[in-house]
């Protein structure tokens, strides 16, 4: 086991707090050693808050990909966003836990694209256009 994993269990560090983001949904993680592998997020079970098995898997990518065999006890706060860039977001806020916890994992996380913000988002609308990009028709008389 890592030190910093045992520093959590001897009580000095008893989490590990990240912040996970994608577009405008905010992630806030506490990742803690737990007996059991479980989340919850917003005060709701994984199964509850994310319906779909996609949106699950999506949340939990992190852990399946690191193949960390200690279990946790994730509670997530969200804020934001649609559902799929909540569940990216709270996989961004995993990763960036998971390497406190074991840094060599970074370069696994690193090549999935876990760690990456991804900040894409919709563009605001300008004045004299239709939408952020499109203009109105455009007529020679």
Excluded: C
Aim: charged content about 35%; overall charge positive.
């Amino acid at each position: 086991m890592k030190e910093e994993v045992k520093k959590m269990q001897e009580g000095e560090g008893r989490y590990i707090e990240t912040i996970g983001r994608r577009k405008t949904a905010v992630a806030r993680v506490r990742i803690t050693p737990g007996a059991k592998q479980s989340y919850v997020i917003n005060h709701k079970e994984l199964a509850v808050y994310f319906p779909t098995k996609d949106l699950q898997n999506i949340a939990v990518e992190a852990f399946a990909k690191s193949k960390i065999v200690q279990k946790f006890k994730v509670t997530v706060l969200l804020k934001g966003g649609g559902v799929n860039s909540q569940a990216e977001a709270m996989r961004h806020g995993i990763a960036r836990g998971l390497i406190e916890v074991d840094a060599e994992l970074r370069k696994k996380l690193k090549k999935e694209g876990f760690l990456k913000r991804d900040p894409r988002a919709k563009e605001r609308r300008k004045f004299g256009l239709k939408k952020a990009r499109k203009a109105p028709q455009w007529s020679k008389r």
